[in-house]
């Protein structure tokens, strides 16, 4: 048997083991399990177009699991293939070439695509090169592979859309009139199914300027022989060796290896003429598409849905296991729109199992569709109306964006139209006085993005809430504010909401985890809540600071601590347009434990399972600042695989941590990091470090330790890598971290107040303080069933502070912690920054002020005991 009828026996073999496995492939639910589900609901949260003929549409998708409401994020781009302004063709790599991978990202910004997705399968192992056939701008690219059950999704000569099954066949034509079978054009290695033989051994494979580099498919289970051939003349022939360059744009070089290097040995000669006869078909004889028409083509995995129902699928989908992010590409029943589709396994969105896949896409309209590459891999980008270049859309599921092989792009090919729309670009809430630069997008008749400068726009506001230069509005009241621009004969109104202390909810310093150190410099954000739900931070300008406790100056929003005095912890006071919030700073005390500086512990090197490596080395730099390295390989380990530095635990943490703290280098592995902690109970506790190590360079992380609940003293057992089983392609199986300065970080304390007790009756100016009678200038009383209190005399026997604001009528108590501002006859009060009403005001009687007593005790922190017998009140 030839080799070329060898071929065509594998193909019938494959072809015959499709049929067999559509045919046992069970696809849904039984149908009482189906009577019995509940139905996922599918919500559309927004729409926008992306250019003309796109749109993209943002959806959540609600299901049950287990007992259990699940929520995954959807974004699907549908392209409108009627429409002459756009185009779907594929992206690859950089530069259009192969083994360049990029992300979808990248590559749209390369391109100038308006929006796109991620695309075909690809050994990550390998070169980075689909697995499927490609077809970008008309040309072919690369050609199906001999494996049953992939389909293909394309876009014919006359813009439909075709999903199938694509095969390659193809022959090379010597000058004596012998020809050999051709395996493929730039296919990397893979495996025959169900032989599972290597498909380059006996194999002569094409190669043009599409694979971007020298070496093909070389994983040294072959040994090549290239034939390099231009302009249909061989040019050069390397007999067991390769030929160090990439394939001319007018050639290409054949790799040959055991059979088929015997016959470029026998048949070829440098100088004589050489033809290449291939073609890409569908599978099924009786389909007669004109792929060399084609416009574009992309390979994909199994098929999802059929006539618009979940279909059987076409290849296994165990190894697609769980629920994970999900990329898929499908078309509706008049075949006029294309829908491109991710789902996300991130945050709060679960992700989808491949039979949730097809429920979604049905929903959403899909009469025929395919599953693209998808978890680590999913990516969509489009472009916002009326800006200029293409954003993620969706939420990876390591929180990279992976470098892929191709992408499915969504092209304009619109001419420059006039100006549709303009739209503000602002913040949605605004402050007193800020100088606040706002922005304009335009898009044109296409809904294309046009180039507007600001300036050249006309800007008003209405009601006199502001002035302007150019198109820099400072507001000068609060209120809602009308803010419109004209442009041309486009013209666009918004609200924006001006924030002054009546409008505040709340006010925040974001200091809940700031430690003081004399020396530090530290940044204390404000952030503003408004009653009507919006949060921005307060420009910094626009804050006035009081400072207690220590010497420490404020710039621009960064305190810089000169001394801490008596080391007693900050008051920090923010005060926004009379609005005043106040934040007490503990001075905290950071511990280094380990670092090999001065603070080194007993470090070794464990692994498992077995087959893994791991070492551990002391590095220094070039300050000869020490350091831990650990290596690790996974590369021989099955499962999931671990690295460690294992720690000495006879060494104790000392105290009650609250944080740790570590230095490391990250290697972009994509691995999991985490510590191992000892607590006294000689319970174990694995602390995440980082999910996925997905920075390179030093960079500190931080861990709170509460959450765990650990009994102390503590100890470190180890700091490990972890390279899970799940998704591992995605993640490298080789590297190095370093670690440095692990710290455990001591909340200090501010002190409390001194406590005191105080006897008061309603109705009585008789006081007493700690056993000690003294008279009050105004005796408590009771009010629409609120005890109102002298408050400056009980501030001051509680250890507290009281002032007055003449001016506004405001008093502020003070007491450790806690600030309290009120206003006379006014119900509302802030208590630390948060608005809160009172049943009753506080009230001026006898030219003192009384104000009542629940507000005291519930924001105070007193402890309140009342006798309705005597009437007597005691605080303390």
């Not at 927004?46 to 609600?62: C, D, F, L, M, Q």
């Not at 049950?64 to 293939?81: F, G």
């Not at 097809?358 to 800006?387: C, F, H, Y």
């Not at 007790?757 to 100016?765: A, C, R």
Request: glycine residues 8%; negative net charge.
């Amino acid at each position: 048997m030839n080799v070329q009828q060898e071929m065509r026996r594998r193909l019938s073999t494959i072809a015959l083991a499709a049929a067999i496995l559509v045919s046992t492939i069970s696809t849904g639910l039984p149908a009482a399990a189906q009577e019995q589900a509940t139905l996922p609901v599918l919500t559309k949260i927004k729409e926008e177009p992306v250019t003309a003929g796109a749109i993209r549409k943002a959806y959540e998708w609600h299901t049950i699991r287990s007992q259990k409401a699940a929520k995954v994020n959807v974004n699907v781009i549908e392209v409108d293939l009627t429409n002459p302004h756009v185009k779907l063709d594929v992206m690859t790599g950089t530069h259009n070439q192969f083994t360049k991978n990029q992300t979808v990202l990248e590559m749209a910004v390369e391109t100038k695509a308006v929006a796109g997705i991620n695309g075909d399968f690809y050994n990550t192992k390998a070169e980075g090169v689909p697995i499927g056939p490609q077809i970008a701008n008309g040309q072919l690219m690369a050609t199906p592979p001999y494996l049953p059950g992939f389909y293909t999704f394309g876009l014919d000569g006359g813009n439909k859309p075709v999903i199938d099954r694509m095969v390659f066949e193809g022959a090379i034509l010597a000058k004596d009139g012998t020809r050999y079978p051709l395996g493929g054009i730039n296919k990397t290695y893979y495996w025959f199914e169900p032989t599972g033989e290597h498909s380059h051994i006996n194999g002569l494979f094409m190669y043009t300027n599409a694979w971007g580099q020298v070496y093909r498919s070389n994983d040294g289970v072959t040994v090549p022989t290239e034939v390099l051939v231009q302009n249909g003349i061989i040019k050069q022939i390397e007999l067991d060796g390769i030929i160090d360059s990439i394939a001319p744009a007018d050639g290409y070089i054949l790799r040959a290896s055991g059979l088929a290097a015997d016959f470029v040995r026998q048949h070829l000669k440098v100088g004589e003429p050489l033809q290449a006869m291939y073609e890409v078909k569908a599978e099924d004889p009786s389909k007669t598409y004109a792929v060399d028409k084609f416009r574009m083509m992309i390979g994909g995995h199994t098929i999802l849905v059929d006539q618009g129902q979940p279909a059987a699928f076409s290849r296994e989908v165990a190894s697609l296991c769980c629920t994970r992010s999900r990329t898929a590409i499908g078309y509706s029943q008049d075949e006029k729109t294309v829908y491109l589709i991710t789902a996300d396994y991130s945050g709060e969105s679960k992700g989808l199992t491949m039979t949730e896949l097809q429920q979604l896409m049905v929903q959403l309209g899909v009469w025929k569709g395919i599953n693209l590459d998808g978890g680590g891999s999913t990516q969509m980008v489009a472009r916002p109306l009326g800006e200029f270049a293409p954003v993620l859309v969706n939420r990876t599921e390591t929180g990279l964006q992976r470098k892929i092989v191709n992408a499915v792009g969504v092209f304009s090919t619109a001419p420059q139209g006039q100006i549709k729309g303009i739209s503000i670009q602002a913040p949605s809430l605004l402050f007193i006085g800020e100088r606040a630069a706002l922005g304009l997008k335009a898009y044109d008749e296409y809904y294309n993005p046009a180039q507007i400068e600001p300036t050249s726009a006309t800007w008003t506001v209405a009601g006199q809430m502001g002035s302007w230069k150019d198109n820099i509005l400072t507001p000068s009241r609060a209120g809602t504010a009308t803010i419109t621009v004209k442009y041309g004969q486009a013209e666009h109104a918004s609200e924006l909401e001006i924030a002054g202390r009546e409008q505040l909810a709340r006010l925040t310093i974001a200091a809940d985890k700031l430690a003081l150190a004399e020396g530090g410099t530290y940044s204390l954000p404000v952030i503003a809540t408004t009653i009507s739900g919006k949060q921005r931070e307060v420009p910094a300008e626009l804050i006035q600071w009081e400072i207690k406790g220590i010497e420490g100056t404020m710039n621009a929003g960064k305190l810089t601590v000169q001394s801490l005095k008596d080391g007693q912890g900050a008051q920090l006071i923010a005060n926004y347009d009379g609005y005043r919030t106040m934040t007490t700073i503990p001075v905290g005390i950071d511990k280094v434990w380990y670092n090999l500086d001065g603070h080194a512990v007993m470090t070794t090197s464990a692994s498992k399972p077995e087959n893994v490596h791991a070492a551990v080395y002391i590095e220094a730099d070039e300050r000869n600042n020490k350091y831990l390295r650990l290596d690790y390989d996974f590369t021989n380990g099955t499962g999931d695989k671990w690295a460690f530095a294992a720690l000495d635990t006879g060494v104790l943490v000392e105290g009650e941590p609250q944080t740790l703290k570590l230095s490391v280098h990250g290697d972009e592995s994509l691995n999991w990091l985490r510590a191992e902690l000892v607590d006294n109970a000689g319970k174990t506790h694995r602390v995440d470090l980082a999910r996925n190590i997905n920075w390179k360079g030093w960079k500190q992380l931080s861990v709170d330790l509460a959450p765990y609940k650990m009994s102390y003293p503590i100890r470190v057992k180890s700091l490990y890598v972890v390279n899970e089983e799940i998704a591992s392609d995605e993640r490298a199986v080789k590297g190095s971290i370093l670690i440095d300065d692990v710290t455990f970080t001591y909340r200090g304390t501010v002190p409390e107040p001194q406590t005191n007790q105080i006897e008061l009756t309603v109705n009585k100016k008789s006081v007493q303080v700690n056993g000690k009678a003294m008279t009050l200038e105004e005796a408590p009383f009771i009010r629409e069933g609120n005890t109102l209190l002298p408050i400056r005399f009980v501030t001051d026997a509680l250890g507290g502070s009281v002032s007055w604001d003449d001016q506004e009528r405001k008093v502020t108590i003070m007491r450790g912690s806690k600030m309290i501002e009120l206003w006379i006859d006014r119900n509302d009060l802030v208590v630390n920054g948060q608005r809160v009403t009172a049943e009753v005001p506080p009230i001026i009687k006898s030219d003192l002020t009384m104000v009542p007593l629940r507000v005291l005790s519930e924001n105070m922190g007193w402890k309140v005991t009342w006798d309705e017998k005597t009437q007597r009140i005691t605080l303390q």
